[in-house]
Nanobody, 127 residues
Framework: EVPLQACGGGSVRAGGSLRLSCTAS????????IGWFRQAPGKEREGLAS????????YYADHVKGRFTLSRDNAKDAVYLQMNSLKSEDTAVYYC????????????????????WGKGTLVTVSS
């Protein structure tokens, strides 16, 4: 059983949209802040956004702010990442993770007690 699973990736044209899902099993989802990350070929992993487990407060890295939107459904143990106005540079494997806390400062992210990394899903944006 995989604790976290990201899905919903695929191929899309630049300017298009995709919605990714992160689903959890085997742990208490409500206890965790969920963060999204991505890693493009040959590049370091980068943090994208996080959503609180208590008040649904969201934080976004500067490079996705205004284009990506997070939402959460604790009843379904799921978090959704709506990605609009996709660009070719958004091509990457996208991952979700569960932690006690994520902190975003512009495009940098740190965390406290990150317990679970999800299996990723590939997003390919063609120009």
């Amino acid at each position: 059983e995989v604790p976290l699973q990201a899905c919903g990736g695929g191929s899309v044209r630049a300017g298009g949209s995709l919605r990714l899902s992160c689903t959890a099993s085997g742990f208490t989802f409500d206890d965790y802040v969920i963060g999204w990350f991505r890693q493009a070929p040959g590049k370091e992993r980068e943090g994208l956004a996080s959503i609180s487990n208590t008040d649904d407060k969201t934080y976004y890295a500067d490079h996705v702010k205004g284009r990506f939107t997070l939402s959460r459904d604790n009843a379904k143990d799921a978090v959704y990442l709506q990605m609009n106005s996709l660009k070719s540079e958004d091509t990457a494997v996208y991952y979700c993770a569960a932690a006690e806390k994520f902190t975003f400062v512009r495009n940098k992210v740190s965390w406290t007690r990150l317990d679970y990394w999800g299996k990723g899903t590939l997003v390919t944006v063609s120009s």
